[in-house]
């Protein structure tokens, strides 16, 4: 079973500033299979990223992914106060069970 | 536009079994593969298992031997079964739609979540 690891565990910036989150995997994560949720209070979390670097439909090109291998990055630039929710990441690129990151919160203030 | 709607017992007692249902709306129910995750505050966001059209099923190994999800292709719904649960059970259960290829085991619909309590 892939372990994700996500850092930082709580991340607290300004509106119109850039964030990274980062999520280190435990062994290769096959065909960069990666994805990005981002979860509000109270809500199902929210798929952003997929493939380690492709949009989901509907999702702002402020929010970008890359990476390859074991470390990936969510980048989101110039950050409005809706960014402010937990994001998590969720590899597939091994045989189930798919596993998810322990979550990154981003607080903006 | 696609919706998953599901329900189901939100207390329960230990030993009991959990019992929850999702109700796709839109979209096919048989191109993809429907899951069952679960998020609670010590583990996080837990995938407990999925299943196809056809009724083929994989699970957490975590979790196997408990664990049973059913589809009725008729009503487009898929069913999770829990059996003997504890208080280490108590978590949000969400369903959620997955594409149909490993390549694509990603989760782009969800429920809206219910929550599951384990109480004597």
């Known amino acids: 079973e892939i372990v994700l690891t996500q850092f930082p565990g709580t991340l607290s910036l300004s509106p119109g500033e850039g964030a990274a989150l980062s999520c280190r995997a435990s062994?290769?994560?096959?065909?960069?299979?990666l994805a990005w949720y981002q979860q509000k209070p109270g809500q199902a979390p929210r798929l952003l990223i997929y493939?380690?670097?492709s949009r989901a439909t509907g999702i702002p090109d402020r929010f970008s992914g890359s990476g390859s291998g074991t470390d990936f990055t969510l980048t989101i630039s110039r950050l409005e106060p809706e960014d402010s929710a937990v994001y998590y990441c969720?590899?597939?690129?091994?045989?189930?069970?798919?596993?998810f990151g322990q979550g990154t919160k981003l607080e903006i203030k | 536009q696609v919706q998953l709607q599901q329900w189901g017992a939100g207390l329960l007692k230990p030993s009991e079994t959990l019992s929850l249902t999702c109700a796709v709306y839109g979209g096919s129910f048989s191109d993809y593969y429907w899951n069952w995750i679960r998020q609670s505050p010590g583990k996080g966001l837990e995938w407990i298992g999925e299943i196809n059209h056809s009724g083929s099923t994989t699970y957490n190994p975590s979790l196997k031997s408990r664990v049973s999800i059913s589809g009725d292709t008729s009503k487009n719904q898929i069913s999770l079964r829990l059996s003997s649960v504890t208080a280490a059970d108590t978590a949000v259960y969400y369903c959620?739609?997955?594409?149909?290829?490993?390549?694509?085991?990603?989760?782009?619909?969800w429920g809206q979540g219910t929550l599951v309590t384990v109480s004597s």
């Open positions: 493939g380690a670097s």
């Open positions: 969720q590899q597939y690129g091994s045989s189930p069970p798919y596993t």
């Open positions: 959620a739609r997955s594409g149909y290829s490993r390549s694509s085991s990603f989760f782009d619909y």
């Open positions: 062994q290769t994560v096959s065909s960069n299979s």
